[in-house]
């Protein structure tokens, strides 16, 4: 089982890191690269169709600005396909991002998470995974558990 992350530039690598860093932490095979929708088109194209075969599971993809990358891998694989909206230099608020990746035409779903929220898009594909692969189920159940855990101990201090 491999995630694939994906982003449109090189400059959504410090958003994208936290969707790598927490696939690692769940111990998830991770491929890791830039396929611009709009500059290396024919590169989308090959990735889109064939990532499947190479033991791709789920792709993250995130993107600014016009924000097409997830929607034209969505379109053209069979895999889930979660969009990372990034709020870029050339975008407006972030916003048309977010829309780009939501708005989706019927029959072509991308999951969407909130804007710079690639650590939900690696935990979503932990638990895609996880819905099949009892190892990593184990490792989300154990995330979510701390998460809990986090918060009591939290809500203890403040009652003392």
């Known amino acids: 089982m491999k995630v694939a992350v994906i982003m449109g530039s090189i400059s959504d690598m410090p958003i994208m890191q936290e969707a790598i860093d927490i696939l690692k932490a769940f111990e998830i095979e991770i491929e890791v690269d830039i396929v611009s929708a709009h500059r290396t088109p024919e590169k989308l194209f090959d990735f889109s169709q064939n990532a499947h075969t190479r033991g791709i599971s789920v792709v993250i993809a995130g993107a600014g600005g016009a924000a097409h990358l997830p929607g034209m891998v969505a379109s053209m694989s069979p895999l889930p396909v ?8 050339n975008s407006i608020d972030g916003w048309d991002s977010v829309l780009s990746i939501l708005q989706m035409p019927g029959g072509v779903p991308v999951a ?8 939900n898009a690696g935990i979503l594909a932990a638990q895609i995974i996880g819905s099949h692969n009892k190892s990593i189920l184990e490792k989300v159940i154990k995330y979510k558990t701390g998460l809990k855990e986090a918060v009591i101990i939290a809500s203890e201090s403040l009652q003392k």
Do not use: D, E, F, R
Request: net charge positive; aromatic share 0%; charged share 10%.
């Open 112 to 119: 969407t998470v909130a804007l710079n929220g690639s650590k």
């Open 82 to 89: 979660i969009g990372v909206p990034i709020k870029s230099s």
